[in-house]
C-alpha cells in the first residue's frame, strides 16, 4: 500500500512540475483494439518461394520436378497440365498436388539441385520430365544407391 502511496505522490509531484512548462502526461495502455488494428507481419507464401518443387498427379503415381521461379511458374505448370489434360486425370488442390522439395536462390547449385531430384525421379520410375532432361550421373548414383557394390 504504501508503494502506491509513494506512486501517487510522485505522480502529482512530476505532472505539476510539467504543468510549469504547459506539458501533459499521457499514459499508456495494452489496448487490445490497437493489437487487432496492427498490421500483422504476414510469412511468405511457399508456393512463391524459389525452389525445387514436386507435382504430383493424384490419378497416376508419377511426378514433376522442376524448378520454380515466379516468371517461370507458369510454363512449368502449363507442362504438368499438358499431362493431366491429354491423360484426363483429376488435378487435386496445390496442398495434395505441390510439394516442395528445397528451397534455393538461383544460381550455379540451384541447377544441380534440380538434376539431383529430377534424377532420383526418374531412378524410381516416377518422372513425368522429359527424357531429354535426364542424363547418366554416378555422383547422383552413388547417393541414390548408397549400398550397393
Not at 501533459?24 to 488494428?37: A, E, G, P, R, V
Not at 524459389?50 to 511458374?73: A, E, H, I, W
Not at 512449368?76 to 486425370?89: D, E
Not at 488435378?91 to 534440380?114: A, C, D, P, V
Amino acid at each position: 500500500m504504501i508503494a502506491g502511496v509513494v506512486s501517487y505522490m510522485l505522480l502529482c509531484f512530476i505532472t505539476n512540475l510539467l504543468r510549469k512548462f504547459n506539458l501533459k502526461i499521457t499514459f499508456q495502455t495494452n489496448s487490445i483494439i490497437q493489437s487487432l488494428l496492427k498490421h500483422k507481419q504476414h510469412l511468405p507464401d511457399i508456393y512463391t518461394v524459389s525452389g525445387v518443387y514436386r507435382l504430383k498427379c493424384p490419378d497416376y503415381n508419377k511426378t514433376y520436378v522442376n524448378t520454380k521461379f515466379l516468371s517461370r511458374q507458369d510454363s512449368h505448370i502449363s507442362n504438368f497440365a499438358k499431362h493431366l489434360n491429354v491423360q484426363a486425370h483429376s488435378f487435386g488442390s496445390i496442398h495434395n498436388t505441390m510439394q516442395i522439395l528445397q528451397r534455393q536462390n538461383k544460381g550455379s547449385y540451384f541447377n544441380t539441385i534440380e538434376s539431383f531430384y529430377i534424377y532420383a525421379e526418374y531412378l524410381s520410375n516416377h518422372h513425368l520430365n522429359d527424357e531429354h532432361t535426364i542424363f547418366l550421373n554416378i555422383v547422383f548414383e552413388a547417393l541414390l544407391k548408397p549400398n550397393q557394390p
